[in-house]
């Protein structure tokens, strides 16, 4: 692995040179959501280098190559009773866990839970000029100084591409179960928020098709507790693996799909289609709403324009900050030009 390790640092290197730009590629999963359309002179495979090259279930720390498909990863962890906390879409085996830091996509629990970015202990590296660079460790209490590794959670491979990642685990829940109540979606919205402040095993929250979705997961007493006060209709847990996936009939389809990230009281769009997850906190719209609330953030998810600008224009200082972290880490601009914004 070391040498197919410095022919990634090696082609990286010489494309900084000759200043061609590079499309970074693992499983190829995530090409047309998130972000606009990459084009580029060449491509760099970082889909080969793969497996798992640490992993303590004692200590719940996990270490593999940006390669690794996110399935195996979990197949490997349920054998230890041990789970990515995220639980990353593996997009029909195709996702690779270098992509998924990269996206910072995460699942219905990430409320709760936490995100890829909260999970991630330190990354390998390499930079736009062809280094290979270590931030972080292994392990937890680790990270002195400016945590570079964490801003790789969205970053769409524009400021390095991924090589190795380093990340904690958790052990899976001894009992789940969903609780499903017939509501509107304001009510939904009102019951959400409120049972989130409560001390109890809630991992996932979500109103779609006129239902509310609540799933509970921990320590069976916990779980069956508060299922019995909470009532509600007992259902199966499908509806979170097709939200995890994008398989719900809700995202078929290629009209666009728009993300809004909001506060959780921000009141439900009249009339467009939409998907309420995350307690209130992340809206899934077949339609652009036609006003942004304050504080939220709206971008084109899949589908649309995929040329044009897909999230929401940074003021002055922002793009200041964006085009700074762009140049000490890819100086050349040959990281995946343009996937994260026109102009970078």
Known sequence: MAEALQKLAQQVAESYRSGQTLRLRGGDSKARIIGRECRADAELDLGSYRGVSDYQPGELVLSARAGTPVSELQALL????????????????????????????????????????????????????????????????????????????????????????????????????????????????????????????????????????????????????????????????????????FSHPFFAGEQALWRLATNVHTAAENGPAQCIDWAGSQRWLRARPARVPPGSHLCLYAGGDRQADVRAELDPVQRQLQRRLKQAMDPGGILNPGRLYSWM
């Not at 995220?86 to 997009?91: H, V």
């Not at 996509?105 to 936490?114: E, K, T």
């Open 78 to 245: 349920a054998e230890q009773g041990q789970t990515l906390p995220f639980d990353p879409p593996p997009f029909a085996g195709r996702a690779t866990l270098g992509g998924t830091l990269a996206c910072n996509i995460n699942g219905p629990a990430r409320p709760w839970l936490g995100s890829v970015r909260d999970a991630v202990l330190g990354v390998q590296l390499i930079n736009g000029k062809g280094e290979l660079l270590e931030f972080g460790g292994k392990v937890m209490k680790n990270v002195a100084g400016y945590d570079v590794s964490r801003l790789q959670a969205g970053a769409l491979g524009t400021l390095g591409a991924i090589t190795e990642v380093h990340l904690k685990v958790l052990p899976l829940p001894e009992c789940t179960l969903t609780l499903a109540i017939e509501t509107s979606a304001d009510e939904a919205l009102r019951q959400m928020a409120e049972k989130a402040r409560q001390p109890k095993p809630l991992t996932g929250a979500c109103w779609l098709d006129g239902r509310l979705y609540l799933r509970l997961a921990g320590a069976r007493r916990a779980v069956e507790h508060t299922a019995s006060s909470w009532g509600g209709e007992r259902v199966d847990d499908n509806l979170w693996q097709q939200l995890r996936d």
